[in-house]
């Protein structure tokens, strides 16, 4: 399993991976780093024969994920914008197609592209 900056995992009781956007400071607010990160764990989580459901969720209790971080689109450029879409779509695309259920813990806004990755999940559960 990897480490990384923005996304925690942490394994339930057996068979459970909860996966934790944790930028609490952004209202869980998807940049590319945590696009990227979402799309490694997963890739590796749907891969995983001992992971039997996969929960998606943010850190706090103001948001689920607050969309797209605005602050970093307006510094990327058309290129980067194109990348950073392309990377979105798979990170939905990711948990629609994943070979064993997704839920959506929803705590707080879900906002545009936090809109779209509760809904690629197979179920939906809101605080």
Do not use: W, Y
């Amino acid at each position: 399993m990897s480490t990384f900056e923005n996304i925690l995992t942490e394994r339930l009781e057996p068979g459970i991976a909860v996966v934790r956007i944790n930028r609490p400071q952004a209202l869980n607010a998807l940049n590319s780093k945590t696009l990227r990160e979402l799309q490694l764990e997963l890739s590796d989580l749907a891969k995983d024969n001992a992971v039997r459901v996969v929960v998606l969720t943010g850190s706090g209790d103001k948001a689920f994920i607050a969309g797209a971080d605005i602050t970093e689109m307006k510094e990327l450029t058309p290129g980067e914008g194109v990348i950073f879409s392309q990377v979105g779509h798979e990170v939905a695309k990711l948990l629609e197609t994943m070979p064993k259920p997704t839920i959506a813990a929803v705590n707080g806004f879900a906002l545009g592209g936090g809109t779209e990755m509760a809904l690629a999940c197979d179920f939906i559960l809101a605080s």
